[in-house]
T-cell receptor
């Protein structure tokens, strides 16, 4: 299995809702990432998990809460989002944070906040 | 912080033509990666470069890691309609920043059949 699987593919949520994005990989990668991507812009790093521990938070607002239940799973919990948070949310993984390998990206969750 | 300048921003070419795009950095990178992204999908890794001067091919794609470690280019030969998409370069530094990929702003490629 050489894929990163993200669910759901699309999500529409109200500003008072609570929802979660899920990411799964079975490549034995020990680093996992959340990126946010606006239309026609490059991905922007949000969080880095290394060996299931949060190692980097790129000053992301607390309405985004990541969680890594085990080495294969990464969640992003969403609460009280704003319309400007609408974007494509990408999960990625790599063998390790300092390793010489490319990052494998999932197909993303297209999030719309109404 | 580290910045990448990717050019051109967009290209409109005829099927069969060759394409070249490049990225330059204000600082040294240890790894250069080239990704392609189709609409509604995540970026897909095309080529990874790990050594200064390295020249690597993947089918019709060829990429090079610049000698100065501050630049990289991607060439696509004999373009076909399915080459359409956004191409991103990405670099990874060393030391405390080695976890982070810095992305270029992308090159939007359109291929006319």
């Amino acid at each position: 299995d050489t894929e990163v699987t993200q669910t759901p593919k699309h999500l529409v949520m109200g500003m008072t809702n609570k929802k979660s994005l899920k990411c799964e990989q079975h490549m034995g990668h020990r680093a996992m990432y959340w990126y946010k991507q606006k239309a026609k812009k490059p991905p922007e790093l949000m969080f880095v998990y290394s060996y299931e521990k949060l190692s980097i938070n790129e000053s992301v607002p607390s309405r985004f809460s990541p969680e890594c239940p085990n080495s294969s799973l990464l969640n992003l919990h969403l609460h009280a989002l704003q319309p400007e948070d609408s974007a494509l949310y990408l999960c990625a993984s790599s063998q390790e944070t300092g390793g010489l390998s490319g990052y494998t990206f999932g197909s993303g969750t297209r999030l719309t906040v109404v | 912080g580290q910045q990448l300048n990717q050019s051109p921003q967009s290209m409109f070419i005829q099927e069969g033509e060759d394409v070249s795009m490049n990225c330059t950095s204000s600082s040294i990178f240890n790894t250069w990666l080239w990704y392609k992204q189709d609409p509604g999908e995540g970026p897909v890794l095309l080529i990874a470069l790990y050594k200064a001067g390295e020249l690597t091919s993947n089918g019709r794609l060829t990429a090079q890691f610049g000698i100065t470690r501050k630049d990289s280019f991607l060439n696509i030969s004999a373009s076909i309609p399915s080459d359409v998409g956004i191409y991103f370069c990405a670099g990874r530094g060393s030391g405390g920043s080695n976890y982070k990929l810095t992305f270029g702003k992308g090159t939007l490629l359109t291929v006319n059949p």
